[in-house]
């Protein structure tokens, strides 16, 4: 069975530290991987992407994220977290022989100044 | 430049009305896809179109739900007789391509808030 599990509702984390948001996946075939994050009354906005290659990848807002093929893991990291970063985040896979996106349960990041 | 966008942001129905909830993809999108999101989840799969062609459906809930997509570019969503149950966010999301095992990025709409009262 495709899924993505996110192991944490809330993340806290004071300004300035580094951040992780973590994600585990489970899919057959080669992972399409994503992460979105979502602010209050707002759609996804589309932060980052693992198709192939390197597997830290870099993306908008100074956020990156690992793959990690053996345990199956693509966390969200972020050097140093601001204010502004507060807001659900949401991993998700995409499941080629589905055709549809599959997300996690997503983990809300507070960071706190 | 412009993204997808949705409408009504805001739709509340009294149990049993029939609403129709609006996208329009980013242009040059072929692929639409439709998702649901209820309060504090994660969005959930409903449909897919390529071009005019809906290729999964799989995800809608009953036969009370809808979609077309009949120019290969605006889609509805249609919901007849709504239930409580049917309350939620309905995500609309495009992309360049999805298909053959392959995407291209999802972009999502801001999404439509439906309260059935």
């Known amino acids: 069975a495709q899924s993505v599990a996110q192991p944490e509702d809330q993340v806290n984390v004071a300004e300035g530290n580094p951040l992780t948001v973590k994600c585990t996946y489970s899919v057959s075939g080669n992972p399409y991987l994503f992460w979105y994050v979502q602010y209050p009354n707002r759609g996804l906005q589309f932060l980052l992407k693992?198709?192939?290659?390197?597997?830290l990848v870099k993306g908008s807002y100074g956020f990156e994220a690992e793959f990690n093929k053996s345990q199956t893991s693509f966390h969200l990291k972020k050097p140093s977290a601001l204010v502004s970063d507060s807001a659900l985040y949401f991993c998700a896979v995409w499941s080629g022989g589905y055709n549809k996106l599959i997300f996690g349960a997503g983990t809300r990041l507070a960071v706190h100044p | 430049g412009a993204g997808v966008s949705q409408s009504p942001r805001y739709k509340v129905a009294k149990r049993g009305q029939d609403v129709a909830l609006r996208c329009d993809p980013i242009?040059?999108?072929?692929?639409l896809f439709w998702y649901q999101q209820a309060l504090g989840q994660g969005p959930e799969f409903l449909t897919y179109f390529q071009n005019e062609a809906q290729l999964d459906k799989s995800g809608l809930p009953s036969d009370r739900f809808f979609a077309e997509r009949p120019e290969g570019s605006v889609s509805t969503l249609k919901i007849q007789r709504t239930q409580q149950e049917d309350s939620a966010v309905y995500l609309c999301?495009?992309?360049?391509?999805?298909?053959?095992?392959?995407?291209?990025?999802?972009?999502f709409g801001p999404g439509t808030r439906l309260t059935v009262l």
């Open positions: 999301a495009s992309s360049l391509v999805s298909s053959g095992g392959v995407t291209d990025t999802q972009y």
């Open positions: 242009s040059g999108h072929v692929s």
């Open positions: 693992y198709i192939t290659g390197d597997n």
